[in-house]
């Protein structure tokens, strides 16, 4: 039986490699070899694990009962190799949520360790992007809630980062950010994007007032959809402008010193009530614009708050963490 958990309104699957065999998919002995030939049986385990049954979907749900699945570990011991497959069949090089949920799920199986920290490494089949991407996770308490510190690494700026081409030089708040003419054409105040690489690429628009947010629900009419798919997804699922390997979508709109409010169109996903690593690519941004300074900060979106903290050093950003729980549904 396929286990659900919730981390801030983002639901994943987790399930062993044999699990997945068990269902008759052809998963390859390695995670390193199941990335690589991820075509020959990602979608199969996304039907087999994510669909949902006849009757099941309760009235204006998404099209699976997940915002994808993830499969691990491919080991007794850390470090965990493990693989995120989105619902659209490929592999995600990092997720926030994701890794919170996986450690959640190694916890209850008595495989995280409670003190120091564990690796988790994502293997994936983006040419660009290094595989397996490591990320460091440690059982902590944050505001005298247990569950997980993520260390996500330094993030990377602009449009090189993420592989964005065809996107215009602009000005924002003093600070050079670019302009993504499918986003300006769709709305006007879209117009001031930050590229972020968290490991994967993020495109933060920063807006001047929360009206120019999108919600969830308008991100899911079909016409704004179909926009975004393009602008977001890798062919054949989109577009691939302005990144060949697509780019999950952000907006960001400054509330306080230390809070951003934010919403979400996931690459290979859509619209997500959630994601670390888009939190953590919006408060990046937010530094990176002069919204916030280093140290903790508080990202807003319709699942829940995201704890961030933001190390500085000479002037860089060189150091972003993540904070989060996971529940079993």
Known sequence: MTQFYDARGNVYGVVSPTQVREHGVDLPASAAQAAQLRESWAAAAVQA????????????????????????????????????VNTDGT??????????????????????PVDGDCLLLVHHDKPAGRSPLQTSVRVAEFEEVQGFWLDLGQPLFGPQAVGAQEVERVIFNQRDVSRVAGLHGLNPAWGHSQFVSMGNPHCVTLVDNPEALPSNSQMREPALSRSLTRIAYAAPGGGGVPCLAGVNLQWAWREGDRRIVARVFERGEGPTASSGTSASAVASAAWRVGWVKAGAVSVVMPGGTAPILLTEAGGELVRVSLFGTARLL
């Open 49 to 84: 694990f994510c669909s949902w049954a006849p009757g099941e979907a309760p009235p204006d749900a998404k099209g699976h009962r997940s915002d994808g699945l993830l499969v691990g570990p491919f080991q007794d011991a850390p470090p965990f190799d493990l693989l995120i």
């Open 91 to 112: 592999l995600a090089e990092r997720s926030g949520n994701g890794l919170t949920i996986f450690s959640q799920a190694l916890r209850e199986q008595g495989l995280m």
